[in-house]
């Protein structure tokens, strides 16, 4: 069971918009809709973004958006603000009961 | 207020054994999973395991089956991450968290709320 892939970081000005992709298997991302994206800050716990591939729980901004093609899933974040600079995880579920995380990818807001 | 309260950080030497705590405050303890994470320094997050308060159904990560012990006390809205015998490597900062729920579905595979972490040091 590996991790996800993820590139190692990815930067933008603030407005902008960015994306983020996770690269799984036919047997995580691939084979499941049930991916979901964590935002990290330095020293924090991760808090949930994304969950079902495109659903944003209560709270969150529109900003983020996430998709899936195949085996990558992507998060957008749109309107780029100083706040969004994090590490950011996707996770998938990989069938029986086991679930994966990505790398990480850290964003940086120049 | 909906929170997972952790205990504090442990510095244990190799050999030794290890039982953290994570206990949950504001809601029903019984009706979701908790899972618990792993984050070595520097590092990204893995999955360690679940555990489902109600009955103890317990699963676990290949990668941590036989190297960890996960339980709860239901009794106690408290759930329990251990070790028998530390090695150097089990050096990280352990989240749990709370799987996330709908008002119609509850989902073992996505985590809403979060412990701010333990952090154990295992050294010589």
């Known amino acids: 069971q590996s991790a996800l892939t993820q590139p190692r970081s990815v930067s933008g000005s603030p407005g902008q918009s960015v994306t983020l992709s996770c690269t799984g298997t036919?047997?995580?991302?691939?084979?499941?809709?049930?991916v979901s994206w964590y935002r990290q800050s330095p020293g924090k716990a991760p808090q949930l973004m994304i969950y079902?591939?495109?659903k944003r729980p209560s709270g969150v901004p529109g900003r983020f958006s996430g998709s899936k093609s195949g085996n990558t899933a992507s998060l957008n974040i749109s309107g780029l603000q100083a706040e969004d600079e994090a590490d950011y995880y996707c996770?998938?579920?990989?069938?029986?009961?086991?679930?994966?995380f990505g790398g990480g990818t850290t964003l940086t807001v120049l | 207020e909906v929170q997972l309260m952790q205990s504090g950080a442990e510095v244990k030497k190799p050999g030794e054994s290890l039982k953290i705590s994570c206990k949950g405050f504001?809601?029903?303890?019984?009706?979701?999973?908790i899972v618990w994470v792993r984050q070595m320094p520097g590092k990204g997050l893995e999955w360690m395991g679940i555990?489902?308060?109600?009955?103890?159904?317990?699963r676990y990560s290949p990668s941590f089956r036989g190297h960890v012990t996960i339980s709860a006390d239901k009794s106690l809205s408290t759930a329990y991450l251990q070790w028998s015998s530390l090695k150097a490597s089990d050096t990280a900062i352990y989240f749990c968290?709370?799987?996330?729920?709908?008002?119609?579905?509850?989902?073992?595979?996505?985590?809403?709320?979060w412990g701010k972490g333990t952090t154990v040091t295992v050294s010589s």
């Open positions: 079902d591939v495109t």
């Open positions: 555990i489902y308060p109600s009955d103890s159904d317990t």
């Open positions: 504001g809601y029903s303890f019984t009706s979701h999973w």
């Open positions: 968290a709370r799987s996330f729920c709908t008002s119609s579905t509850c989902y073992f595979y996505y985590m809403d709320v």
């Open positions: 996770c998938s579920y990989a069938g029986n009961y086991t679930v994966v």
């Open positions: 036919n047997s995580d991302v691939g084979n499941y809709n049930y």
